[in-house]
């Protein structure tokens, strides 16, 4: 089981630039009751789902699959499908708020689909990159950062849209 799941690797989705396939998507293979013991979501019907009182039920269950969702596996493997990049002075004015105002969108995607999560978050120049798990999440932090702090929003889609990059600034 395992083995199966880990055949995909990095390099076989970025040497398939043509085709969108998602090699971590590979749940059709897994079988049910899955649980990942990275973030402890679970599988139902081909789903993803997070709930700590239904990770307690299913983890004494003797027939559960113990996994590892595609999305810790990106995390593990730094494997980044969106990211999003801030930049202007008008986001260092209100940096703590910013911040505040992505995490609360991270808590709530991951409530609603626990593959929808923040890799890493770093700092380079005068910039905040955000790397997601999922193109949607991207596009997502920048939606509501646009509605909440106006500025201007590119979306854009590269490498055989693999990846979804969204920029945000914002200069006073
Ligand atoms: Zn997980």
């Not at 749940?27 to 009182?53: I, T």
């Not at 005068?126 to 939606?143: K, P, Y």
Request: hydrophobic content about 30%; charged content about 30%; overall charge positive.
């Amino acid at each position: 089981m395992q083995k199966n799941v880990e055949k995909f690797g990095i390099n076989d989705k970025r040497g398939r630039p043509s085709t969108s396939l998602d090699p971590f998507a590979s749940d059709k293979a897994l079988k049910e009751p899955a649980l990942c013991k990275g973030c402890q979501s679970y599988l139902h019907h081909k789903r993803w789902l997070n709930n700590p009182e239904t990770y307690q039920q299913l983890k004494s269950d003797p027939r559960v699959h113990w996994v590892t969702c595609p999305a810790c596996r990106k995390i593990a493997e730094g494997y980044p499908e969106g990211i999003v990049t801030l930049r202007g002075s008008y986001l260092w004015k209100h940096e703590d708020e910013i911040r505040r105002l992505l995490k609360n969108v991270e808590t709530e995607s991951f409530d609603r689909n626990p593959q929808e999560r923040i890799i890493r978050q770093s700092q380079k120049e005068e910039q905040i990159i955000i790397e997601t798990t999922e193109q949607s999440l991207a596009e997502h932090l920048g939606r509501v950062l646009h509605r909440a702090h106006q500025g201007e929003l590119n979306i854009h889609w590269a490498e055989g849209a693999d990846i979804c990059r969204v920029n945000w600034e914002r200069m006073n």
